[in-house]
């Protein structure tokens, strides 16, 4: 494994993911940040978060298959919400268990949520990228 993930006792215990990752691998992967479209480009979730969440982390885990990567190789992931605020941290955590449900995982790399005024087209809610480094 080319990530390992540390909370360091100094810093706060956050349950939704670890504060820090360690890349030792050689090869690195950036995936371009992935919306609420299936393969064929269709809508998603129109208006539900956390649809809109576990159809991005599932289109994040398609791409890093397609490499030979699984989100155990992700040293980082970005998130991009619409306008961002603390209510809806419940619906963000839903579409990410339910993402962890269906490809049987758990996903625990660094995260940085960023509230921005809108995404690429209107019915957008949420934008994820990762950084994964491989062996």
């Known amino acids: 494994m080319a990530v390992t993930l540390v909370n360091p006792a ?3 215990q956050v349950g939704l993911y670890r504060q820090v990752s360690v890349a030792t691998g050689s090869r690195t992967v950036y995936v371009a940040g992935q919306v609420a479209r299936t393969a064929e480009g269709g809508h998603v979730g129109e208006g539900d ?3 809109q969440v576990e159809q991005a982390y599932l289109n994040v885990a398609a791409a890093l298959a397609e ?3 699984t989100f155990a190789d ?3 992931l970005t998130v991009y919400f619409v306008e961002w605020s603390p209510e809806k941290m419940g619906e963000f955590v839903e579409g990410v268990q339910r ?3 269906r490809l049987g ?3 625990q790399a660094p995260l940085t949520g960023i509230g921005v005024a809108f995404l690429a ?3 957008l809610l949420v934008e994820v990228e990762a950084t994964a480094v491989l062996d």
Request: glycine share 4%; proline share 10%; hydrophobic share 60%.
């Open 121 to 123: 087209e209107p019915d």
């Open 10 to 12: 100094a810093l706060p």
């Open 49 to 51: 978060l956390a649809a």
């Open 105 to 107: 995982i758990i996903v």
């Open 74 to 76: 992700v040293a980082r």
């Open 67 to 69: 490499v030979g990567a």
């Open 99 to 101: 993402a962890e449900e």
